[in-house]
């Protein structure tokens, strides 16, 4: 089975810090790779996404993405978070296999908090 | 935002009765999707559409059905609620069948079976 796995959990930051968010998945073939992120009581939005081409995804909000195929990873980035980056965000996988239907494969999301 | 609602917005039922979830859309796409989301689990895919009255089953489709008589509305039902379906559910859209388009996600359902 396919599997898409976010190392952590929960992610505490002060503004202006740093952020990267872990993402790998589990399949040999070939991939498109996205990122969802929830603020609080909303649904979900899409912050970027990786089809093909450059693998330095830019997205939405200053958030950035690197897609390493040899290490069957997704992480995300971000040099200098904000206090309304306080959200979680769920890596997601889609398989290129000619299906026509697009069924994502969701990791179980990290909860991103960070203090003013 | 993608033109799609979900109705009711929360909903509190009994453990054993039927309760239907409606996601209407007014983008004309295509696929349609229900999720549902549980505290550690991220989304997990219940059933999907991909087209009038082609539906076929998820990850996690035990208990549940679902209908799509016509393109706008995909209807999710749970036959007889249980306390382990008390979750958020939420729709999703895509127009793309190719490369596993971009999906767009409706504002979602809390519901709590007591």
């Known amino acids: 089975a396919q599997s898409v796995s976010q190392h952590n959990h929960h992610v505490i930051l002060s503004e202006a810090a740093s952020l990267e968010l872990g993402c790998n998945y589990s399949?040999?073939?070939?991939?498109?790779l996205f990122w969802y992120v929830q603020y609080p009581g909303q649904h979900l939005q899409l912050l970027l996404k990786?089809?093909?081409?450059?693998?330095l995804v830019k997205g939405i909000k200053g958030f950035e993405a690197e897609f390493i195929k040899s290490k069957f990873s997704f992480n995300l980035r971000k040099p200098s978070v904000q206090w309304s980056d306080t959200a979680e965000y769920f890596c997601?996988?889609?398989?290129?296999?000619?299906?026509?239907?697009?069924?994502?494969?969701f990791g179980r999301g990290t909860q991103l908090t960070v203090w003013p | 935002d993608a033109g799609i609602t979900q109705s009711p917005r929360h909903k509190v039922t009994e453990t054993g009765t039927p309760v239907t979830l409606r996601c209407h859309q007014t983008?004309?796409?295509?696929?349609m999707y229900w999720y549902r989301q549980d505290p550690g689990h991220g989304l997990r895919l219940i059933h999907y559409?991909?087209?009038?009255?082609?539906?076929d089953k998820g990850e996690v489709s035990d208990g549940y059905s679902v209908s799509r008589s016509k393109t706008e509305d995909f209807l999710l039902t749970l036959e007889s609620a249980t306390s382990s379906q008390t979750s958020v559910y939420f729709c999703?859209?895509?127009?793309?069948?190719?490369?596993?388009?971009?999906?767009?996600f409706g504002p979602g359902t809390r519901l709590t079976v007591t």
């Open positions: 997601a996988v889609t398989l290129d296999r000619g299906s026509t239907l697009g069924r994502l494969y």
């Open positions: 399949y040999g073939g070939t991939v498109n």
């Open positions: 999703a859209i895509s127009d793309s069948d190719s490369r596993g388009g971009e999906q767009y």
């Open positions: 559409s991909y087209g009038v009255k082609d539906t």
């Open positions: 990786y089809f093909s081409g450059d693998p």
């Open positions: 983008e004309n796409h295509r696929y």
